[in-house]
Antibody, heavy 121, light 109 residues
């Protein structure tokens, strides 16, 4: 059973960079069978896909966030990470990592529990 | 940007009744549509993919239909555990620009 777990600071100051890591267990990122995504949800609002990465390092980002987002992967630790720069209060959200069920099938069958990141001074 | 619009925003239904949720795409997404259920404090759970295929372990009372721009999620007989927020998501674009609808909250009438 695949499990995903987000980790990182729960509070980030405006203009700084938000950094989160997703640790995958019960499956290997290196298998090449999946894309690995970040998705966020502002409090009381809907879901927004941020972007995803393949084990090789190939990335695709939401065009609306592309200028501020970097997703990276570390196959040796079975983790992938999110960096979002120049954050504002609008970036306050629960951040989820998630997996697609098969390479190129761009919906999500496994999700982490989510981690709340608040942007505030 | 491909916009997904869900209606209604809130649906009040009595247990045992049928619930019908709608999702409309601003342009055709073929059958590349998924539905998720989200309960408070939890991550979304995949219900339906390919517009009409139930995900593993999803009860038969959940069904999806539609193609192109109009989609429907039907819950045939609402159980207490089905009261939640439901989201649709399209995955038709390439390169990917995956987008979700704004959600429909199904509440107890």
């Amino acid at each position: 059973q695949v499990q995903l777990q987000e980790s990182g600071p729960g509070l980030v100051k405006p203009s700084q960079t938000l950094s989160l890591t997703c640790t995958v267990s019960g499956g290997s990122i290196s298998s090449g069978d999946h894309y690995w995504s970040w998705i966020r949800q502002p409090p009381g609002k809907g879901l927004e896909w941020i972007g995803y990465i393949y084990y090789s390092g190939t990335t695709y980002y939401n065009p609306s966030l592309r200028s501020r987002v970097t997703i990276s992967v570390d196959t040796s630790t079975n983790q992938f990470s999110l960096k979002l720069s120049s954050v504002t209060a609008a970036d306050t959200a629960v951040y989820y990592c998630a997996r697609d069920p098969d390479y190129g099938k761009n919906y999500f069958d496994y999700w982490g529990q989510g981690t709340l990141v608040t942007v505030s001074s | 940007e491909l916009v997904m619009t869900q209606s209604p925003a809130t649906l009040s239904v009595s247990p045992g009744e049928r619930a019908t949720l709608s999702c409309r795409a601003s342009q055709s997404v073929s059958s590349n549509l998924a539905w998720y259920q989200q309960k408070p404090g939890q991550a979304p759970r995949l219900l339906i993919y390919g517009a009409s295929t139930r995900a593993t372990g999803i009860p038969a009372r959940f069904s999806g239909s539609g193609s192109g721009t109009e989609f429907t999620l039907t819950i045939s007989s609402l159980q207490s555990e089905d009261f939640a927020v439901y989201y649709c998501q399209q995955y038709n674009n390439w390169p990917p620009a995956l987008t979700f609808g704004g959600g429909t909250k199904v509440e107890i009438k």
